[in-house]
C-alpha cells in the first residue's frame, strides 16, 4: 500500500488524542512552533499537501515517549471495518486485584464500566488501567491510564501488567519468561524485581500505551 499525506498526518492526530493534546499542543510539547501541525500547514497555497518533516516527527515521538514502530501502528491504525477509535473500559488499579473483573485469559468483563475513546489498537479487549500511586515512576504516574491489550504478543523488554493468583497487580518490564518462571523489573527502582513461578501467574497482558 503506497504510503500518503494523510496517514502521516493523522497519526500525528491520533497521538496527539493519546496523549489528551490538541495538534497544536502536541506541537508544542515537542519544542516546535505551535503552529506546526495546524490544518493550514498541512498544504501549499495551490492546495498540494505537504508531508511533516522527520525532524518534527523525531521531536514528537521523543517527547512523547514513543516508538518509530508504536508511531507506524497508528499510521496503519484502522480495523477491518475502517474505525480509527475504540471505546475501551477504564479499571481502576485497586479493582483490578479483585476478583471477577476479569477472566481467566485477563479479558475485562462486566459492564457499566466508565470508558476511554482511543485510537484502534487492534484488541476488542483492551482496556485502560488507571493508575494509583508511585510505584510505577518514572514511567507512569499517579492518575496516568495504561492501555492495556492482552492479545498483543509479549517479548522480552516490554512492559506488562501481571496479576498473581494471589490477586496482586503488578506493572513491570518483562526481563525473562522460561517454561517455569517469569522475572520482572520494576519500573520504579525503589521497588524490587519480582520472580514468580508460572502457576502463580494469573495472567500478563502487554501495555501499548499511556495517556498521561
Known amino acids: 500500500m503506497m504510503l500518503k499525506h494523510g496517514d ?3 497519526a500525528l492526530d491520533r497521538l496527539a488524542t493519546i496523549r489528551n493534546l490538541s495538534a497544536s499542543g502536541l506541537a508544542k510539547a515537542a519544542g516546535l512552533d505551535p503552529t506546526t501541525f495546524n490544518r493550514s500547514k498541512r498544504s501549499n497555497e495551490d492546495g498540494k499537501f505537504r508531508w511533516p518533516s522527520t525532524e518534527s516527527i523525531a521531536k514528537v515521538l521523543e517527547a512523547t515517549g514513543t516508538t518509530f514502530g ?3 501502528s497508528l499510521v496503519e491504525g484502522t480495523d477491518k471495518s475502517g474505525g480509527v ?3 475501551v473500559p477504564v479499571i481502576g488499579y485497586a479493582q483490578a486485584g479483585d476478583s471477577g473483573y476479569f477472566d481467566d485469559a485477563g ?3 462486566g459492564s457499566g464500566w466508565d470508558e476511554l475513546v482511543f485510537p484502534n489498537v487492534g484488541d476488542p479487549h483492551a482496556y485502560s ?3 494509583m500511586g508511585d510505584s510505577m515512576e518514572p514511567a507512569y504516574r499517579d492518575g496516568d491510564r495504561l492501555i492495556v491489550s492482552p492479545a498483543a504478543s509479549i517479548r522480552r523488554g516490554d512492559r506488562v501488567v501481571v496479576k498473581s ?3 496482586e497487580v503488578l506493572a513491570k518490564q518483562l526481563l ?3 517454561a517455569t518462571r517469569i522475572e520482572l523489573k520494576s519500573i520504579n527502582p525503589a521497588h524490587p524485581d519480582r520472580t514468580f513461578l508460572k502457576e502463580e ?3 500478563m497482558a502487554r501495555i501499548m500505551w499511556a495517556s498521561q
Do not use: H, M, N, S
Open 201 to 203: 501467574v494469573a495472567w
Open 8 to 10: 502521516i498526518w493523522r
Open 165 to 167: 493468583r494471589l490477586g
Open 70 to 72: 508504536e508511531f507506524v
Open 129 to 131: 488501567l488507571e493508575v
Open 85 to 87: 477509535v475504540q471505546r
Open 107 to 109: 479479558y475485562p468483563v
Open 176 to 178: 525473562r519468561e522460561t
